[in-house]
């Protein structure tokens, strides 16, 4: 997915609601150039928790996800994953998240994902 792809699917294939309205910061890539990071609004909202609550530098995260590129993956997108991925696991372990929810997408993903092997 490219970078029109992705906002096209962040713009029109989220629900109609603030919390999925597109949001741009800037960051430092691994090389040190400024770079346009675009999640949503309540991605922000989850990264500004986690850098305030749980002393989690989200611009690591910027550079680790710059060096290490997932193919077919833009890093705002990438970054998008990481942050969901993150949201679900803290909520299946029951460690504090900034919602009483799990995130959407959530339900059925954990169990799978992090079924033992003698279970499958």
């Not at 992705?6 to 960051?27: D, G, L, Q």
């Not at 996800?65 to 949201?87: A, F, G, I, K, Y």
């Not at 679900?88 to 372990?93: G, N, V, Y």
Request: charged fraction near 25%; aromatic fraction near 14%; hydrophobic fraction near 30%.
């Amino acid at each position: 997915m490219d970078q029109s792809e992705y906002m096209h699917f962040i713009t029109h294939c989220s629900p109609n609601h603030p919390t999925h309205e597109p949001e741009s910061r800037i960051y430092k890539n691994s090389q040190g150039v400024d770079t346009v990071i675009t999640l949503t609004r309540g991605y922000w909202r989850y990264v500004d928790w986690l850098e305030a609550r749980v002393e989690i530098h989200f611009a690591w995260w910027v550079i680790d996800c710059d060096r290490n590129p997932v193919e077919d993956r833009t890093l705002s997108d990438q970054l998008m994953c990481q942050l969901w991925l993150d949201e679900c696991d803290r909520f299946r372990k029951g460690f504090p998240t900034p919602n009483s929810f799990p995130s959407m997408g959530y339900e059925g993903w954990a169990d799978e994902y992090h079924a033992k092997p003698e279970t499958l």
